[in-house]
């Protein structure tokens, strides 16, 4: 099965991996210690309870260095599996998947660990009725599978640039002048999209004036959040965010917002205990 993201080339992607790992001189280990005809059998397993998210881009690296090589993959992404949980079994020539190996591991640990941490967010507001929203807040050059992984974990996507809707901040307002003048220029620019992060309650007004379409209700706390809420009464989409964690989380999704956003999903999260161990064949 083909992995298609938008707006992310996986070929690309692993080759500039391994070309970072392998430098001028490739893997001078694998091909003095291994025989180049050896093959071996691996199995990629879960150390911890995680929700598993990137196997199909593990594959890719080991396809990459050795075509034929036989995969098959136990679980598929968004799977909520326990310790011990053999994830993908591989077998091919040795050398290949030896060089490969720290690539998988590095992109399932990483992206699986976002995928685990959002999860229990998700759990956590069950039944609020509010959405989880992951934010810009990514490693450069990975947003776009870090942002898949935080999808594999039960959230929806924010923006995904600064192309795809406006969101018009503190700073943008005070070089603008006010919130009112910052939107009214969004809307002549024809974005049809306008989020706009207010802090204080006396500014909801002037921005459900100008024509915002998204509000983000910025490190209020629950009663102000409550209070925001009630006042804008379903006019637009509303979001919480700011310094949520999870042991808050519950009590800012219980005010009725329609969204909480979290920045820890993809800049924080621990990478997951997954390991990959090999047996000759």
Not at 142 to 154: C, D, F, P, Q, S
Not at 220 to 244: K, N, Q, Y
Request: hydrophobic share 50%.
């Amino acid at each position: 099965m083909v992995f298609l993201l938008e707006h992310f080339d996986l070929a690309a992607f692993v080759a500039a991996t391994l070309a970072e790992d392998l430098g001028e001189a490739g893997d001078i280990t694998s091909a003095a210690v291994i025989p180049a005809a050896a093959r071996f059998t691996g199995v990629m397993d879960a150390r911890d309870p995680i929700v598993v998210a990137g196997l199909p881009i593990a594959e890719a690296f080991f396809r990459a260095l050795d075509p034929d090589v036989r995969i098959d993959r136990l679980v598929e992404d968004g799977t909520a599996v326990a310790a011990g949980t053999d994830l993908m079994r591989i077998e091919g020539a040795a050398r290949a998947m030896l060089t490969a190996e720290r690539s998988a591991l590095n992109t399932v640990q990483h992206l699986s660990g976002i995928a685990t941490m959002t999860r229990g967010y998700v759990d956590r507001i069950l039944g609020t009725g509010a959405t989880l929203l992951d934010t810009r807040k990514t490693i450069p050059g990975l947003r776009v599978i870090e942002k898949y992984a935080t999808r594999m974990g039960g959230a929806q996507n924010h923006r995904m640039g600064l192309w795809d809707a406006a969101m018009i901040k503190d700073n943008h307002v005070a070089v603008a002048g006010d919130i009112g003048e910052a939107v009214r220029r969004a809307r002549e620019a024809g974005i049809a999209r306008i989020i706009v992060e207010v802090d204080r309650v006396d500014q909801i007004e002037p921005a459900l004036a100008a024509g915002a379409t998204h509000l983000l209700l910025d490190n209020m706390d629950p009663p102000t959040l409550r209070d925001a809420v009630a006042f804008i009464g379903g006019r637009v989409p509303t979001e919480a965010s700011g310094g949520v964690r999870l042991d808050t989380i519950r009590a800012i999704a219980e005010t009725g917002v329609t969204y909480v956003s979290v920045g820890r999903l993809t800049q924080s999260a621990p990478a997951a205990d997954i390991g990959l161990d090999f047996a000759p064949a």
